[in-house]
């Protein structure tokens, strides 16, 4: 799939500077050479970030409707109608299938499901780096999307420090450990998390810089 969409464009061809807030200086042009692999990594680790989140009951569908919103938030007020469209009909699906998916679920998403979410996180980042030197960064994606990256990225530490296969399952993510060591349950996981989406979502859009400009739209 990350493939496919390469050879239709899909290429990070740069990243925003976040501490450069110059429009002519803050733009980081990636050769090519550094673009194709990073884009395949990025494709690659975003989709199974997604789909290692999808482990609790309505977990996953609620994370991607908040971090679509914020994703949303921040496309309209950076002038990024095509971000904006697909990540509002994602947060759209997403709650209208939650309650369906929530605990107990009565449909689940698969693995077909969350690694679609997976690619159209990682595909919208990659259209809104390579608009303009104001669009979304892929920073900014990172930080909404820094619950299941990091649980991700602690995955990976845990078991190749076990010497465990890197894709072989475990209990080890953070919404089982909410469950099995701090005695929540899978309603009070997933709460908790959705808050934490929540925050980091929050934190992006602070980073990104956009309370001001919201602040000035709502007035």
Not at 29 to 44: I, K
Request: charged share 10%.
């Amino acid at each position: 799939v990350a493939m496919i969409s390469m050879l239709y464009g899909f290429v990070i061809p740069g990243v925003n500077n976040p501490f450069d807030h110059n429009p002519g200086t803050n733009w980081i042009d990636f050769p090519l050479w550094l673009g194709v692999p990073l884009t395949l990594l990025w494709y690659v680790g975003m989709m199974n970030a997604i789909n290692f989140l999808d482990g609790l009951d309505g977990l996953l569908t609620g994370v991607a409707a908040i971090s679509s919103l914020f994703l949303f938030v921040i496309s309209v007020v950076h002038g990024n109608p095509v971000v904006a469209l697909v990540v509002v009909a994602l947060a759209g699906s997403a709650l209208g299938f939650l309650p369906y998916n929530f605990n107990p679920a009565r449909i689940i998403l698969g693995d077909a499901g969350s690694l679609f979410i997976g690619y159209v996180f990682a595909t919208v980042s990659i259209i809104g780096a390579s608009k303009t030197a104001i669009a979304i960064s892929v920073v900014v994606p990172l930080l909404v999307l820094a619950l299941p990256v990091l649980d991700t990225a602690v995955a990976i530490v845990r078991r190749a420090r076990s010497g465990k296969r890197i894709t072989e399952a475990d209990r080890g993510h953070f919404h089982h450990q909410l469950i099995f060591r701090f005695g929540l349950n899978v309603r009070q996981a997933v709460l908790l998390l959705y808050a934490v989406c929540f925050v980091l979502g929050a934190v992006a859009l602070a980073f990104s810089g956009e309370f001001t400009h919201v602040f000035r739209h709502a007035t």
